[in-house]
């Protein structure tokens, strides 16, 4: 089975004509689609730990899903308790495991206190696609800088670590410094190398490699990252497929 995360930067704020998240949220249908071998439905599990199961959040993904032939959706809720007998069953079971955004720290405090991590793992192995965006995206990766345990940013190194390196989301938010903070943390060696998206990219990891990138954004980049060795840090653009 080939090993999946497409992990992507949401767009906060559409601009006056853009089409917002949803060209992102069909390309990881997609994804999920071309592993399934008898055809049928994409199993889409929605997951929005990482916002306490916002039940706001999980009402508009059952707007856009729910009613759709070409997917089956479920949500796994971990509060008061799982939604599910069996979460690992149920995960497993899935073609796309879809992480909501926000608080990465709670989301990862959360699903260690529920053994997900090694269900994720075992999930990743078998060829469930990981997908989610912004907190969604930091947690397959070793960590990023994040704003969750105040309005600064502050790097997280606590992810799940199935890609080895460290992820920069939002990267040309303006009310923030996410792009100069990112940055410095990967040159001070605080984070590993690893890759940025700016608002609207998605990165497509098959195994532990950069596959590609999409965007719902003319001229929206990702950037690789490392650092140069002497105390700074290089990056490269990652010209993404407009999707």
Do not use: K
Not at 92 to 98: A, G, I, P, S
Not at 126 to 154: E, F, I, K, Q
Not at 160 to 188: E, F, I, K, M
Not at 203 to 214: F, K, S
């Amino acid at each position: 089975m080939r090993r999946q995360v497409f992990a992507f930067s949401g767009v906060i704020e559409p601009r006056p004509g853009e089409r917002g998240n949803r060209p992102l949220l069909e390309h990881v249908l997609a994804l999920g689609a071309a592993r399934r071998t008898t055809g049928g439905p994409v199993r889409l599990c929605y997951m929005p730990t990482a916002v306490g199961d916002d039940p706001a959040a999980v009402s508009a993904y059952q707007r856009v899903f729910g009613g759709r032939d070409d997917v089956v959706l479920s949500v796994l809720r971990l509060f008061p308790q799982p939604s599910v007998p069996d979460v690992g069953s149920h995960l497993l079971t899935q073609d796309v495991v879809l992480v909501e955004g926000g608080s990465v720290v709670n989301l990862m405090a959360v699903w260690r206190a529920h053994g997900l991590p090694a269900v994720l793992r075992q999930c990743w192995e078998a060829g469930v696609v990981l997908a989610g965006p912004s907190a969604g995206s930091l947690c397959w990766h070793v960590g990023g800088p994040t704003d969750s345990w105040s309005d600064r940013l502050d790097p997280f190194t606590e992810g799940l670590g199935l890609l080895p390196y460290s992820n920069g989301v939002h990267d040309d938010l303006t009310d923030q410094p996410r792009r100069q903070t990112y940055r410095r943390l990967v040159a001070a060696g605080t984070l590993p190398a690893g890759y940025a998206t700016e608002d609207g990219v998605g990165l497509h990891y098959v195994g532990v490699e950069l596959a590609e990138a999409v965007t719902v954004r003319p001229g929206a980049r990702a950037w690789r990252v490392d650092p140069d060795g002497g105390g700074g840090w290089t990056e490269r653009a990652i010209t993404p497929r407009e999707i």
